[in-house]
């Protein structure tokens, strides 16, 4: 900030001035990102509120006529016969694998995903980052490819069936693609550093006097782990879940790959309706349901590590 | 036992940082990160059509997928809508990382900082349909289908992801050095490029490496915005997997992950740079 000159004039004024031409200079800066990202995801989406509230076309895109069909259809349907309206059963099907999968993958990443954390937050220091880099890095790496790995893993002729026919555990390959469980299993892969890092954050913070108080005072480990270390990282533990969570609801690439054409969730119901089942308004506003869903937790998370940052101080 | 030297660290013995079960579970789970992805890599320079049987060592899928005209083209339109998007995203980064740190609140502070992280904010599949929407109404009324609709899609959501590294290097600095620069009558851009911009070039790498990263690998987005023969490699290998897999997909996936990989190292070696 510029000092201002010590001139008789005002003082106060000429410091609101230079703050005025400082917020604009600062706006005129930022410019460029806001334009580009106002332009190309933003009123996009606002685009999309007007489509959720038109008439389907006949060949996809839309017909400019007010409907309110395209909100309903997210939940109910109009029977063929009679015209009445009843509950879509394949989209509430639909919803509730998302969110069963979702959450399974959440619990399975906390299973693997927190001891690998603790792990890595108790090596001594010189080795922490290594290990932190090596849980990292397949993070980084692209998802289809790191699907498609999961995808010849489990393949009727993949390596787990192989394996399991080598050793006579079974003497028919299982199938395990185009089956939810192979969407959790996929998801599971692909989203377990997002759990590890927040619960290894919280991990690395923890006050291990703390810990050995409570084995002084005869604590057993299990005593110790429940009363004093899991209370201590929660935060971080429902960081990490909220944190796989949301991919996971949202998720498009892992269910098309490893789902196929039946084990449909809530992103690949959206794509088939800009796709084979021509429904665009529909496909908005199912788009506009994932997302408030996700708003809901990511709201939650903000609020959460916001709290965090302060009991930090 | 009480003739033996006492343990020099007594807490190896006892120590309230291990946890029964949990180092073989995290082994576990390392290894498992890595296993699918390696033997993945090692079906790549099988010499057999098979993706199950190993038949010795060959290059012949990488031979093959580099004579592969659509494998090509697919990898060149990668590169460059990655660079040209990685690169004007980090221009626009830069300039609004420069103008959101180091400064007291300002009017509009918090929003502009809700904008440039909307991207991050929304699930890809929704800005998919949503891009699909507009460019689709842009398309059919122009009739004009170019690349120019991928790279506006890939900067805007590239932004967000070059936009952290660049601000959390600026926020480790302070305005000393470009006070004194001011005070010795240096015009702004000279400023700008004697003082700010060699104490922030780390981070300004990392975020062009990150935004880099996050183009080459889009798939959702490019799937719904891309125009016929516009196949960038995941969408291409996503169009594959349709088809019987053959071990070229592989090969393709090994040249991903080995470049990620350097990428990635790299990255992580610049913002390390700092302490």
Same mark, same amino acid.
């Given at each position: 900030?510029?000092?201002?000159?010590?001139?008789?004039?005002?003082?106060?004024?000429?410091?609101?001035?230079?703050?005025?031409?400082?917020?604009?200079?600062?706006?005129? !800066?930022?410019?460029?990102? =806001?334009? %580009?990202?106002? @332009?190309?995801?933003?009123?996009?989406?606002?685009?999309? $509120? +007007?489509?959720?509230?038109?008439?389907?076309?006949?060949?996809?895109?839309?017909?400019?006529?007010?409907?309110?069909?395209?909100?309903?259809?997210?939940?109910?349907?109009?029977?063929?016969?009679?015209?009445?309206?009843?509950?879509?059963?394949?989209?509430?099907?639909?919803?509730?694998?998302?969110?069963?999968?979702?959450?399974?993958?959440?619990?399975?990443?906390?299973?693997?995903?927190?001891?690998?954390?603790?792990?890595?937050?108790?090596?001594?220091?010189?080795?922490?980052?290594?290990?932190?880099?090596?849980?990292?890095?397949?993070?980084?790496?692209? !998802?289809?490819?790191?699907? =498609?790995? %999961?995808?010849? @893993?489990?393949?009727?002729?993949?390596?787990?069936?192989? $394996? +399991?026919?080598?050793?006579?555990?079974?003497?028919?390959?299982?199938?395990?693609?185009?089956?939810?469980?192979?969407?959790?299993?996929?998801?599971?892969?692909?989203?377990?550093?997002?759990?590890?890092?927040?619960?290894?954050?919280?991990?690395?913070?923890?006050?291990?006097?703390?810990?050995?108080?409570?084995?002084?005072?005869?604590?057993?480990?299990?005593?110790?782990?429940?009363?004093?270390?899991?209370?201590?990282?929660?935060?971080?533990?429902?960081?990490?879940?909220?944190?796989?969570?949301?991919?996971?609801?949202?998720?498009?690439?892992?269910?098309?790959?490893?789902?196929?054409?039946?084990?449909?969730?809530?992103?690949?119901?959206?794509?088939?309706?800009?796709?084979?089942?021509?429904?665009?308004?529909?496909?908005?506003?199912?788009?506009?349901?994932?997302?408030?869903?996700?708003?809901?937790?990511?709201?939650?998370?903000?609020?959460?590590?916001?709290?965090?940052?302060?009991?930090?101080? | 036992?009480?003739?033996?030297?006492?343990?020099?660290?007594?807490?190896?013995?006892?120590?309230?940082?291990?946890?029964?079960?949990?180092?073989?579970?995290?082994?576990?789970?390392?290894?498992?990160?890595?296993?699918?992805?390696?033997?993945?890599?090692?079906?790549?320079?099988?010499?057999?059509?098979?993706?199950?049987?190993?038949?010795?060592?060959?290059?012949?899928?990488?031979?093959?997928?580099?004579?592969?005209?659509?494998?090509?083209?697919?990898?060149?339109?990668?590169?460059?809508?990655?660079?040209?998007?990685?690169?004007?995203?980090?221009?626009?980064?830069?300039?609004?990382?420069?103008?959101?740190?180091?400064?007291?609140?300002?009017?509009?502070?918090?929003?502009?900082?809700?904008?440039?992280?909307?991207?991050?904010?929304?699930?890809?599949?929704?800005?998919?349909?949503?891009?699909?929407?507009?460019?689709?109404?842009?398309?059919?009324?122009?009739?004009?289908?170019?690349?120019?609709?991928?790279?506006?899609?890939?900067?805007?959501?590239?932004?967000?992801?070059?936009?952290?590294?660049?601000?959390?290097?600026?926020?480790?600095?302070?305005?000393?050095?470009?006070?004194?620069?001011?005070?010795?009558?240096?015009?702004?851009?000279?400023?700008?490029?004697?003082?700010?911009?060699?104490?922030?070039?780390?981070?300004?790498?990392?975020?062009?490496?990150?935004?880099?990263?996050?183009?080459?690998?889009?798939?959702?987005?490019?799937?719904?915005?891309?125009?016929?023969?516009?196949?960038?490699?995941?969408?291409?290998?996503?169009?594959?997997?349709?088809?019987?897999?053959?071990?070229?997909?592989?090969?393709?996936?090994?040249?991903?992950?080995?470049?990620?990989?350097?990428?990635?190292?790299?990255?992580?070696?610049?913002?390390?740079?700092?302490?």
């Amino acid at each position: 900030m510029a000092q201002a000159p010590d001139t008789p004039l005002a003082p106060g004024a000429l410091e609101h001035e230079l703050e005025q031409a400082d917020s604009r200079s600062r706006w005129l !800066l930022s410019l460029p990102a =806001i334009v %580009i990202i106002t @332009l190309f995801a933003t009123a996009p989406l606002l685009v999309m $509120v +007007l489509y959720s509230f038109l008439t389907p076309g006949d060949y996809g895109n839309v017909i400019w006529k007010f409907s309110t069909e395209g909100w309903t259809n997210v939940l109910m349907q109009r029977d063929i016969f009679d015209d009445t309206l009843i509950w879509a059963d394949a989209h509430l099907s639909i919803f509730w694998r998302s969110v069963k999968l979702s959450l399974i993958t959440t619990l399975l990443t906390l299973i693997f995903g927190l001891p690998t954390a603790w792990f890595v937050a108790t090596r001594p220091k010189g080795q922490r980052e290594l290990w932190l880099f090596l849980v990292t890095v397949p993070f980084w790496t692209n !998802l289809l490819v790191r699907t =498609i790995a %999961i995808q010849e @893993l489990i393949r009727a002729e993949g390596v787990i069936n192989n $394996v +399991l026919i080598f050793l006579h555990i079974i003497d028919e390959p299982i199938q395990m693609m185009f089956t939810d469980f192979a969407i959790g299993f996929g998801m599971t892969y692909v989203y377990l550093p997002l759990m590890v890092l927040p619960v290894y954050a919280a991990v690395e913070k923890l006050d291990f006097r703390l810990v050995e108080a409570a084995h002084d005072l005869y604590a057993s480990r299990w005593t110790a782990f429940r009363r004093i270390i899991l209370p201590m990282i929660k935060p971080g533990i429902i960081a990490g879940s909220i944190l796989v969570f949301i991919p996971c609801l949202g998720a498009y690439v892992t269910p098309r790959v490893l789902g196929g054409g039946k084990n449909l969730m809530f992103g690949n119901l959206i794509e088939l309706q800009f796709g084979a089942g021509r429904n665009w308004p529909l496909g908005a506003a199912l788009s506009f349901t994932l997302m408030a869903i996700v708003m809901v937790a990511l709201v939650y998370y903000v609020r959460l590590t916001s709290r965090e940052e302060k009991t930090d101080v | 036992m009480s003739d033996t030297v006492p343990p020099r660290h007594p807490a190896r013995g006892y120590s309230v940082r291990s946890l029964p079960g949990f180092s073989i579970v995290a082994l576990f789970t390392v290894a498992t990160l890595y296993a699918p992805i390696l033997i993945l890599v090692a079906y790549s320079f099988n010499s057999g059509t098979s993706l199950a049987v190993w038949e010795g060592f060959s290059l012949r899928w990488y031979v093959q997928a580099a004579q592969n005209g659509e494998v090509i083209d697919a990898a060149i339109r990668s590169l460059y809508l990655a660079l040209t998007a990685a690169g004007i995203a980090t221009v626009a980064a830069t300039m609004a990382a420069l103008a959101t740190t180091r400064t007291r609140r300002f009017p509009g502070k918090t929003m502009i900082y809700a904008l440039i992280n909307q991207p991050l904010m929304v699930p890809e599949i929704v800005t998919a349909v949503a891009l699909l929407i507009v460019f689709a109404w842009i398309k059919v009324a122009t009739g004009y289908t170019s690349m120019i609709y991928l790279i506006a899609a890939h900067t805007a959501f590239c932004i967000p992801f070059a936009y952290l590294p660049i601000r959390a290097r600026l926020e480790t600095m302070d305005n000393t050095l470009e006070t004194a620069a001011r005070d010795l009558y240096a015009p702004p851009m000279k400023v700008f490029l004697r003082v700010t911009l060699p104490q922030i070039w780390p981070g300004i790498i990392a975020g062009m490496m990150l935004a880099f990263v996050i183009s080459m690998d889009d798939v959702v987005i490019t799937e719904f915005v891309k125009s016929a023969g516009q196949d960038t490699i995941p969408t291409y290998m996503l169009g594959q997997l349709r088809r019987v897999v053959t071990p070229e997909v592989n090969a393709i996936s090994t040249v991903i992950l080995a470049a990620g990989a350097i990428l990635v190292s790299l990255f992580f070696w610049i913002s390390r740079e700092r302490r």
